[in-house]
């Protein structure tokens, strides 16, 4: 009997310390948790009003903690968020969280107010001021390992140093020249650098840009064989281009080969016109593209 309670007793001791290490554990795991955390935005909503958020990139991902929350993207534009309580003098809080197309994780502790003190909010102004609104480290599956903010970086260099590599690539009439001035490669993923100059009066207001492999001849009774390629990315939206300007863009394409027989047409349409243009683009195109180190070019 004497060995049996003293057999007992060191299996409790036992199962004490180690139910006593598992909590000092989760302590230091939650601790370290705690050290790459994303700090919550505060923010109130009411039932009959909407409240607007405003993000530096394109929304692409909303999740709401609960029903008492109602949100979505605003129409015509990719990066306001709507968002109201869909459930009157609902208690407590709740939250809800967003993603944006450069990669950045936002996360909101929302509560109910019959009269919140703002409705709209600019988180591009907040996070001049604010090093830790969002979390930058979302990595998208169509984009592979590399990150969306250095998708974005890239873009946004080529746009801004926008120089003119490429010179041979080209469409033009009716006044619209429609050019590349610039084909890159990162990672195996393209970036075309692309610019259209309205030399007329008459504003250019683009429909639709579209990127398709296609056959570079095709018999009569032959069937062309088209393969439409959608951009990862585009650097801004498609804007018209007004009288004696020109607007300039950057795509990003997924990897994509060609072959003697094949080529990459781009066309950009006209809404309600009839002055399209269309570039041809050959395998031999892409083999010069310019390889890109980091956001710097190799020259």
């Not at 009439?173 to 393209?190: A, D, E, N, P």
């Amino acid at each position: 009997m004497k060995n049996l309670i003293r057999n007992a007793a060191m299996l409790m001791a036992m199962l004490g310390g180690m139910h006593a290490s598992h909590a000092q554990n989760y302590k230091n795991a939650g601790s370290a948790l705690e050290m790459g955390s994303v700090e919550a935005l505060q923010m109130e909503v009411t039932y009959d009003k909407t409240s607007h958020i405003i993000f530096p990139s394109g929304i692409r991902y909303v999740d709401l903690g609960s029903s008492n929350l109602s949100a979505g993207k605003a129409e015509d534009s990719g990066n306001v968020l709507r968002i109201k309580a869909a459930t009157k003098d609902f208690e407590g809080e709740t939250n809800f969280s967003v993603i944006t197309e450069d990669g950045k994780f936002y996360t909101f502790n929302v509560c109910y107010n019959p009269s919140p003190a703002l409705l709209g909010y600019d988180l591009l102004k907040m996070r001049s001021g604010h090093e830790r609104i969002a979390s930058g480290r979302v990595l998208f599956e169509d984009l592979g390992s590399s990150p969306p903010t250095l998708a974005g970086l890239i873009m946004e260099t080529i746009f801004t140093k926008d120089r003119r590599s490429v010179k041979h690539l080209a469409s033009k009439g009716y006044g619209i020249r429609f050019s590349i001035k610039g084909l890159y490669v990162h990672h195996g993923k393209y970036y075309f650098h692309t610019e259209i100059y309205n030399s007329t009066g008459s504003p250019f207001r683009i429909d639709f840009l579209s990127f398709r492999v296609s056959d570079k001849k095709v018999g009569r009774r032959a069937v062309a064989q088209d393969r439409p390629l959608v951009p990862l990315r585009s650097y801004r939206p498609l804007d018209d281009v007004k009288g004696h300007t020109h607007e300039a863009n950057v795509f990003l394409l997924d990897h994509f080969t060609l072959s003697h027989d094949k080529e990459l047409i781009i066309e950009v349409f006209e809404k309600h016109g009839n002055r399209n243009q269309a570039i041809h683009v050959g395998y031999p195109d892409l083999l010069r593209a310019r390889e890109l180190d980091g956001v710097h070019l190799k020259y």
